[in-house]
């Protein structure tokens, strides 16, 4: 059974960084498409980055391009996602999914086969 478990969140200042890891096991990653999706209070689950499985084509909302970067090495089982220059509407639970779909996609949560548990990152002074 493919399982994720996403660590490194936390609580941090606005316009601090943390770094987010998805570590998987019972599978093989390079099998599959990443994507990071966004929970914030009340507020629907969103994608916010994703990449492809060779790791060469990456995809950003608009809400956190150019301060987010998400990463993968499949050697090591785990996917990465750098958050900088953090703001307080970046508060909420991170979870990272893996497609099989064949794309990278941030608009089709349904194409995500497997999901982690989520970690919590809250921005605030």
């Known amino acids: 059974q493919l399982q994720l478990v996403e660590s490194g969140g936390g609580l941090v200042q606005p316009g601090g960084s943390l770094r987010l890891s998805c570590a998987v096991s019972?599978?093989?990653?390079?099998?599959?498409?990443i994507g990071w999706f966004h929970q914030g209070p009340g507020k629907e689950r969103e994608g916010i980055a994703c990449?492809?499985?060779?790791?060469?084509?990456?995809s950003y909302a608009d809400s956190v391009k150019g301060r987010f970067s998400i990463h993968r090495e499949n050697a090591k089982n785990t996917a990465y996602l750098q958050m900088n220059s953090l703001r307080p509407e970046d508060t909420g639970v991170y979870y990272c999914?893996?497609?099989?779909?064949?794309?990278?996609?941030?608009?089709?949560?349904?194409?995500?086969?497997?999901w982690g548990q989520g970690t919590q990152v809250t921005v605030s002074s």
């Open positions: 999914a893996l497609s099989g779909f064949g794309r990278c996609t941030l608009h089709r949560p349904g194409e995500y086969d497997y």
């Open positions: 019972g599978g093989t990653l390079a099998n599959y498409d």
């Open positions: 990449i492809n499985r060779v790791g060469d084509t990456s």
